[in-house]
């Protein structure tokens, strides 16, 4: 290997960025895109925007920018969709008591399945108190009213809470023994797999009630999130599968030599160790499902998003959509590129020890 | 005395369990299907299949064929499919592109253009795809109406749809226009990389595969002059009159918007695969290559971007099954895909089961095909012999 000259910082940064003609005109183009484009949306969000909380559509016409008085206007409808307004404080509660909950399970202090099944069951059923309401001198709310960010957060802590289970029963399953139970729930997982999350969605809240007894039927919000629950499940049954193939074979023989039983050998040998490996792929999948929430405004829920389209589409705040839609997305941003970030964060820590460069 | 030997028998413990497993299963569908018959004829709805061969009475709004109320529901399902089918070409193909060129922009040495392709991805892969879409829409039905047109060249923007002048056609001929030049570029395409042909001469060979093109482009213009009527332009440029626009192609803000909103949102995850790839390419590789005194572009294109490839076509299949699921989005702003054509019809018709078995066929066939041909693909490409190294 030959000892390069060391290069100046100022040499440096001209053979990165105009190296040759190709990488100049690449980042001038780049620069030129980032610049316009963030200019443009500086300008549009702050510089010429309207922040008046008391502002109206006259006055925010007077600015070409945002106006985002519509948001001081409407975050209630927003946050909270119909929820009676007077009890408000009832769901932005819940959505804390769910923040702490995932807070708390990215914690590895918390990584045993005792303290995380305890953190989530306490805080599910402090947040199901809270919304329903009915006890504790808590007026009752239906279901029906829920909205906004809390009925987001339920339907993806219902839809983990529900699906985690069925997801290690699935994936069990599948590397059963017997070739009736492993060939059928093979099939399972690949056709539902293979199904849209709306056909499933659109199945669960309308064809379901024709085919259950009626005792069975219930709220159409339980169905809808076991409906969610259950692709989460074949998709998350998968990436368990992934993780009991890293686990080495000698696990499980010396499990078994040692005379421990199956639900031994399962959750006390190998579930832990194929967890541990599925990490950051169960953390993707988890994000994806928050993502996924939002496909039940098709099948009629005021969840975060449609609650945000109703915001806009009533009368005097129709021209403000794209302040609208730009808050929604943002929270959504907030909350995804969190949890992926962690993930990433997570992977690296993992692979710290094992790196192959 | 037999009773606990039996039960201590492991083949017979595992017949049992399985018999248990697949009597729970046939009793569970038994019943669902019994509840569903006696709800169902309560409601004065026959099962079966024979309502296909009746008319709709509804209208879509969007198809690449002819169709109308009296169009019978299987000409309507078939549509449904087939804008899907559609929709998924158009998002699958755009993504991928731009997919490859953020990829690229990532993986490169310009640390401008890395900071480009990783807002860009942050962006769109962080906000959910029906957000995006939302917003997509919301923008183009604020385009001015239809008398404020803007004009860009031919076309005409407006919160209508966006009007590009074409040929004078009627919708059939279009179609079958586009039905000869694709069916022409498929079968070149196949000649050309197919290795059933591998025997043949070079010239033979490629005398085989220009014959298809110029068919398709001969019968494309033979579509064109005698599906045209004599006496009238030869183009059909868009005009705005009164509070509607005539003539032209018209884009309508639910295909287009659609198609942005799977192809933005599908690059920012075919980005990310195609950054993978290059990664997982190994060093000694590019080193190679380098030491060998290939030109930069060489080592691009012959020696990285195969490896590349390889790598990340198995995770791209799985990305593009996603892709083609996701443009049952179509249904929240209205675009008439499968999905929003089933459940049209479960409203008209009422037959919700056959509908259903209809909707989980219908994507059955689609995705087990993509993943069919492109795991062939896989398979064909896969480097045979032994792989050592980062790039295995």
Not at chain 1, 67 to 96: D, H, K, N, T
Not at chain 1, 240 to 261: C, D, M, N, S, Y
Not at chain 1, 316 to 336: C, G, H, M, T
């Amino acid at each position: 290997m030959t000892v390069l000259p060391r290069q100046r910082p100022l040499r440096r940064l001209r053979r990165a960025y105009f190296g040759s003609v190709w990488s100049a005109a690449l980042t001038l183009f780049s620069l030129a895109v980032i610049g316009g484009i963030g200019w443009w949306l500086l300008d549009w969000a702050f510089l010429q925007a309207t922040f008046d909380p008391n502002g109206t559509r006259e006055t925010c016409a007077l600015n070409e920018g945002a106006c985002w008085s519509v948001i001081a206007a409407r975050w209630r409808v927003i946050l909270f969709g119909i929820y009676p307004f007077e009890e408000q404080w009832r769901p932005a509660l819940a959505c804390i008591v769910v923040a702490v909950v995932i807070f708390l399970s990215c914690l590895p202090a918390m990584w045993s399945f005792r303290r995380l099944s305890a953190v989530w069951t306490l805080g599910t059923a402090l947040f199901y108190i809270l919304m329903r309401g009915g006890v504790f001198g808590l007026t009752f709310v239906n279901e029906q009213q829920w909205g906004g960010l809390p009925l987001t957060l339920f339907i993806f802590v219902a839809t983990g809470i529900i699906g985690m289970p069925m997801a290690i029963a699935l994936a069990l399953m599948r590397r059963s023994e017997l070739p009736v139970i492993s060939k059928l729930s093979g099939l399972f997982i690949d056709t539902v797999r293979s199904l849209p999350l709306l056909s499933i969605l659109f199945t669960f809240a309308i064809v379901l009630p024709f085919v259950l007894p009626g005792f069975l039927i219930g709220e159409k919000l339980y169905r809808v999130v076991v409906g969610a629950a259950l692709f989460f499940a074949v998709y998350q049954a998968e990436i368990i599968r992934g993780g009991f193939q890293g686990v080495p074979r000698g696990q499980e023989e010396a499990a078994k030599a040692l005379g421990l039983t199956y639900g031994q050998r399962m959750f006390r040998v190998i579930l832990p160790q194929a967890f541990r490996l599925a990490l950051p792929a169960t953390i993707n999948q988890f994000v994806i499902a928050f993502m996924e929430t939002t496909l039940v405004v098709v099948v009629g829920f005021v969840e975060l998003l449609s609650a945000g389209n109703t915001a806009y589409t009533t009368g005097e705040w129709k021209f403000a959509y794209a302040e609208v839609l730009v808050f929604v997305a943002a929270i959504y941003f907030v909350f995804v590129f969190g949890l992926s970030r962690y993930g990433a964060y997570l992977e690296a820590r993992m692979s710290a020890g094992q790196s192959r460069d | 005395m037999h009773a606990p030997a039996l039960w201590h028998s492991r083949r017979f413990r595992a017949a049992l369990i399985q018999t248990a497993f697949a009597a729970t299963l046939v009793l569970v569908v038994a019943f669902a299907t019994l509840t569903a018959q006696r709800n169902l004829s309560e409601m004065g709805l026959t099962s079966g299949f024979a309502f296909l061969w009746k008319s709709t009475g509804w209208e879509m709004n969007f198809t690449l064929l002819p169709t109308d109320s009296t169009s019978p529901y299987w000409w309507f399902l078939l549509m449904g499919l087939m804008n899907t089918l559609f929709m998924g070409a158009i998002g699958l193909t755009g993504a991928t592109a731009l997919g490859l060129a953020v990829g690229l922009m990532r993986s490169g040495r310009n640390p401008a253009a890395r900071l480009l392709g990783t807002i860009y991805i942050e962006i769109f892969r962080n906000i959910p795809l029906i957000v995006q879409l939302f917003f997509w829409y919301a923008l183009a039905n604020a385009l001015p109406p239809p008398r404020e047109a803007i004009t860009f060249g031919g076309a005409l923007i407006s919160s209508r749809g966006i009007y590009l002048p074409t040929l004078a056609l009627s919708q059939g001929a279009t179609a079958a226009v586009v039905l000869a030049l694709v069916a022409g570029t498929a079968l070149a395409l196949w000649f050309a990389l197919s290795r059933r042909f591998r025997r043949l001469e070079q010239p033979a060979r490629r005398r085989l595969t220009l014959a298809p093109l110029l068919l398709a482009l001969l019968a494309a213009a033979l579509i064109v002059v005698t599906g045209h009527a004599p006496g009238t332009p030869w183009l059909s440029n868009p005009v705005a009159e009164g509070l509607r626009i005539n003539g032209g192609l018209r884009l309508q803000p639910e295909v287009y918007t659609l198609a942005i909103a799977i192809t933005t949102f599908g690059a920012a995850y075919v980005g990310e695969i195609v950054r993978g790839g290059f990664k997982a390419v190994g060093r000694g590789q590019t080193e190679a290559a380098q030491a060998l005194g290939l030109s930069p572009w060489q080592q691009f294109s012959r020696i990285r971007m195969p490896l590349a490839f390889r790598a990340m076509l198995p995770i791209l299949i799985n990305q593009y099954v996603w892709l083609i699921k996701a443009t049952t989005l179509g249904i929240a702003v209205g675009f008439s895909e499968f999905f929003m054509v089933i459940a049209s019809s479960i409203n008209h018709s009422g037959q919700t089961l056959e509908f259903i078995a209809i909707l989980m066929g219908g994507f059955l066939a689609i995705n087990l095909t993509l993943a069919a041909v492109l795991n062939r693909l896989n398979r064909a490409i896969a480097l045979k012999g032994h792989q050592t190294g980062g790039a295995a």
